[in-house]
Each structure stands twice: as structure tokens, then as C-alpha cells.
């Protein structure tokens, strides 16, 4: 059974880190990018990082270096290391899989992150 299932999430002060890991289960990530969403109540999922299987990575505009993404293939699993949080990365983060040839595309269930005083 494919699965991902984030895990690291929950309650930080502004300026605090958080590192989130999705373990995937049922395929081997190696041969897809791996991706960080997120989805802020009333808005739209938006990107936050992105890393390829052959480790290139890119970032949403809004990380500005504060976060970063990798992947242990081993453990078949990605991590994103969260730091200098702010309230407005309050959000759900969702790990999704992506695989373009065949194509495939995998999402886990969410991760609650709460950045607040």
C-alpha cells in the first residue's frame, strides 16, 4: 500500500524552528521529486519546496532561506528543516511524491504547523 505520512508538526513561537519529515511506504522515492505544500485556511495550496531526484532544489518565493529541503533515499524519506518561523507559515504542510515517467503522484495526509505567541 503507497502511503506518506508527515510527521513534526505542532506549536512554535515566531522565530522558533520545526523540522518535518514525510516517510514514505509501498514505492522507493528515488526516482521522484519530492515536494513540500501547504495550505492556510481560506487559501489556496501553495508551494513550498521542491527537490528532485537528482537533488536540485527549489523554493517558494516566500521561504527567502529560511527553510530547507532534503532527502535521505535510504530512509525513504524527505525532510524539510523549518527555521525563523513566522506566524504567516501558519498552514497544514503536505508532502506530495511526483513521478513523470510513468506518471505517478502520491499525497500524504498533512501536518498541522502552528507559529504563534
Known amino acids: 500500500q503507497v502511503q506518506l505520512v508527515e510527521s513534526g508538526g505542532g506549536l512554535v513561537q515566531p522565530g522558533g524552528s520545526l523540522r518535518l519529515s514525510c516517510s514514505a511506504s509501498?514505492?522507493?522515492?528515488?526516482?521522484?521529486?519530492m515536494n513540500w505544500y501547504r495550505q492556510a485556511p481560506g487559501k489556496e495550496r501553495e508551494l513550498v519546496a521542491t527537490i528532485s531526484y537528482f537533488l536540485s532544489t527549489h523554493y517558494g518565493d516566500f521561504v527567502k532561506g529560511r527553510f530547507t529541503i532534503s532527502r535521505d533515499n535510504r530512509k525513504n524519506t524527505v525532510y524539510l528543516q523549518m527555521n525563523s518561523l513566522k506566524p504567516e507559515d501558519t498552514a497544514v504542510y503536505y508532502c506530495?511524491?511526483?513521478?513523470?515517467?510513468?506518471?505517478?503522484?502520491?499525497w500524504g495526509q498533512g501536518t498541522q504547523v502552528t507559529v504563534s505567541s
Open positions: 509501498g514505492f522507493s522515492i528515488s526516482t521522484y521529486a
Open positions: 506530495k511524491a511526483e513521478q513523470s515517467t510513468p506518471r505517478r503522484a502520491y
